[in-house]
């Protein structure tokens, strides 16, 4: 009989020509359909819904979950090893390209691009003054939150900007060429823009807080494509609104896809709906990795790319 998975959410259609016919699946979109599955074998989390006890409970057959993304915050590794559940995600093969975007956010924001846009499609060019003058990103300091993949690969590309580098996390890294600063609100009041690329969950849960936007101050940058949960979006919307932080960046917010009325009235802040990592050809591979996690298992009993915390192990 052939291995069967409970699809979480929405699966994209390569990531299921991907699976082909080697398994059999069920596509579900909210816990409560759910029940109890006994068949069950390998699970593929879509969507942001929790992969928590509760679910892991209904689901008594489960080897292995396999996430469509690097992030897996709407997971608990923990509980699931506890179960003999192995746990993988879809890590490096979207670097560059989530990379790209917060470079792209960047530079978009630092020149102004979209209020530029809005200004030549209102027909504003040459009935209004020209817009101001914006600043430059050459040698500026960035601060990036979270220096693992996505923040390392980042970091590389400012190098052709000449920026300098500042980074934050639990450790420092002595192997890299940028500064390390232990104190986050320190580094937000050396950066002219600060960069979100750590992981989301409890831990991170407002580690940037209202102190930290305020040491970023009138003439700082954020930008934030790590998850919204990272921020406190509350004192985000009032700073960005009294010019105590002069412009964001936000692909990720805290209640997604729910975008708060007062930050979309914003004209300091660029919106983009979490595609940092939606190019054709990183989707492409992290569709591939993610089901490739799955065949593998039921062909070798060898998961691809498990999450760290499994690292190592195996469900006996
Ligand atoms: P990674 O390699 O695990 O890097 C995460 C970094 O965050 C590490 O350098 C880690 O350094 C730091 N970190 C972890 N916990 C921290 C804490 N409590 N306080 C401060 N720093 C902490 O992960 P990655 O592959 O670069 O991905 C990072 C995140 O980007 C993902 O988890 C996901 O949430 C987000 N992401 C978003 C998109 C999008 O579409 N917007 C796409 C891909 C990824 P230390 O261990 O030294 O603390
Ligand atoms: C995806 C992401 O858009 O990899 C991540 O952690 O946030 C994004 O690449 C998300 O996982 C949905 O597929």
Redesign the pocket.
């Known amino acids: 009989m052939k291995p069967h998975v409970l699809i979480l959410g929405a699966p994209p259609p390569p990531l299921l020509a991907r699976l082909g016919d080697a398994v059999t699946h069920r596509i579900v979109t909210d816990a409560a359909a759910i029940g109890e599955d006994r068949t069950a074998r390998a699970a593929i989390s879509v969507s942001g819904l929790a992969v928590d006890d509760r679910l892991l409970a209904r689901l008594p057959a489960l080897e292995l979950v396999s996430k469509l993304?690097?992030?897996?915050?709407n997971i608990d590794v923990t509980v699931a090893r506890a179960r003999g559940v192995i746990v993988t995600h879809t890590?490096?093969v979207?670097?560059a390209d989530?990379a790209n975007?917060a470079l792209a956010l960047l530079l978009a924001g630092s020149r102004g691009i979209v209020s530029e846009d809005a200004y030549v499609r209102a027909g504003r060019w040459g009935r209004e003054p020209m817009p101001p003058l914006r600043w430059s990103v050459e040698g500026k300091t960035i601060g990036i939150?979270?220096?693992?993949?996505?923040?390392?690969?980042l970091a590389a590309k400012l190098q052709a900007f000449g920026c300098k580098v500042l980074?934050?996390?639990?450790?420092?890294?002595p192997d890299q060429p940028y500064e390390y600063c232990a104190d986050?609100t320190e580094m937000a009041r050396r950066a002219k823009a600060l960069i979100?690329?750590?992981?989301?969950?409890p831990?991170?849960a407002g580690?940037v807080t209202r102190g930290i936007i305020e040491a970023l101050g009138p003439e700082g940058f954020l930008i934030?494509?790590?998850?919204g949960e990272v921020v406190d979006q509350e004192a985000l919307i009032e700073a960005l609104r009294d010019g105590r932080l002069g412009q964001a960046a936000l692909?990720?917010f805290a209640d997604e896809p729910r975008v708060p009325d007062a930050l979309r009235a914003l004209p300091n802040v660029i919106l983009t709906p979490?595609?940092?990592?939606?190019t054709v050809e990183t989707r492409g591979a992290m569709f591939n990795l993610c089901a490739d996690n799955v065949l593998s298992w039921f062909a070798t009993g060898r998961a691809l790319t498990p999450v760290?915390e499994h690292q190592g192990w195996a469900p006996a």
């Open positions: 993304g690097v992030g897996y915050d890590r490096d979207l670097n989530v975007f939150l979270g220096l693992g993949r996505i923040g390392r690969t980074y934050h996390g639990r450790h420092a890294q986050l979100l690329t750590c992981p989301g969950g831990e991170t580690i934030n494509v790590a998850r692909d990720v979490h595609v940092a990592s939606a760290p």
